[in-house]
């Protein structure tokens, strides 16, 4: 990881040199920039055209750009990152994680955090449940000791959520519990900030208990997470809670609500795509949900919720929709 001193607070010291008679000339060029700096601007240019053209979908577009960049700056952190996203995101995981790799060494102090998230989504992507825990835990180490409790809470909140859609339910309870302790040391936390964490911790509870079929309790939990809801002093969390309910219903065999549920939910998001589909194929319609596992791909996020919407499309259009042979 490359050194770098860091600050909570950036000052800029300005210096006001007395120059006594000193006169400048009248007119004075700038200094020409270095060809470093040259090559480094450019390289900065060609990653955020990649980025764009990755939110297009078009990966392979944006890949050849990140190697562009690297060509004329190997030690840029963006295109390492960027480049281990796309290639994750075309299911290319061991070359992903070498420049994942390579970003996480060249991460100034403030973006070792993200590189080491990064990089555990890569793992997600392949349930690796053991490596994407390693470098979770990195990072809530670091924003932990940082005293960042907002910062280390949704890394466990993350944490969490790998190992419980990976199916490690035990794991999965433990960090949630972890996030909710983490958040509320926030140093005078409001009664608002309070009740957003008890929706957080109610959310997880109706989602494992409904992973072990326990259907009663899940609801117990939803009815819970509403009255939390009616508050209205977390207005913006109440978009969730059909995702919730859809999720609880699909995990106790209630296929037409999940249905119903989850359709109100945001249509934007690859993993409520993904739970859609294995709803519509569980209750016996394939042609809905190969409609479904198909839009999963058209997203191209780098984050839990596509690191196991995307692979799971994949697998399942292949059993589903297998290509039809060329004669």
């Not at 700038?30 to 470093?36: L, N």
């Not at 793992?123 to 449940?129: K, L, P, R, V």
């Not at 490690?168 to 509320?184: E, H, I, K, M, S």
């Not at 697998?315 to 929709?321: N, P, R, T």
Request: charged share 25%; aromatic share 10%; proline share 5%.
């Amino acid at each position: 990881m490359r050194a770098k001193i860091s600050f909570s607070c950036w000052f800029f010291l300005f210096v006001s040199i007395s120059l006594g008679s000193v006169m400048l000339p009248a007119q004075s060029s700038p200094p020409p920039s270095s060809p470093a700096q040259s090559k480094t601007e450019e390289a900065q240019q060609l990653v955020k055209q990649g980025q764009t053209l990755s939110r297009a979908g078009k990966e392979d577009e944006a890949i050849a750009l990140y190697q562009r960049a690297l060509d004329l700056d190997p030690d840029l952190y963006d295109a390492q990152l960027y480049m281990g996203v796309s290639l994750d995101l075309q299911g290319k995981y061991p070359e992903a994680r070498q420049h994942l790799a390579k970003a996480i060494e060249l991460a100034s102090e403030a973006q070792t955090t993200q590189a080491l998230r990064v990089m555990a989504v890569s793992y997600a992507f392949e349930h690796n449940t053991d490596k994407a825990s390693e470098y979770e835990r990195r990072a809530f180490d670091l924003q932990y000791n940082w005293k960042k409790y907002d910062d280390a809470a949704a890394t466990a909140n993350e944490l969490a959520r790998i190992y419980l859609e990976a199916g490690d339910l035990d794991n999965a309870f433990q960090w949630y519990q972890t996030g909710r302790r983490t958040g509320l040391k926030k140093p005078n936390i409001t009664d608002a900030e309070k009740d957003l964490w008890n929706l957080r911790w109610e959310a997880a509870e109706a989602r494992i208990t409904a992973r072990r079929g326990n259907k009663a309790e899940a609801q117990q939990h939803l009815a819970t997470l509403k009255t939390i809801l009616d508050k209205n002093d977390n207005p913006d969390q109440a978009r969730f809670y059909p995702y919730l309910v859809g999720y609880v219903a699909l995990y106790t065999g209630d296929y037409k609500n999940a249905i119903a549920e989850l359709q109100k939910a945001d249509q934007k998001d690859p993993f409520v795509l993904s739970l859609l589909a294995q709803a519509y194929e569980k209750s016996g319609d394939k042609t809905q949900a190969i409609d479904y596992y198909q839009k999963v791909l058209t997203i191209n996020l780098h984050n839990p919720s596509n690191a196991f919407a995307r692979p799971l499309a994949r697998e399942k259009l292949a059993q589903l929709a297998p290509p039809t042979p060329t004669q």
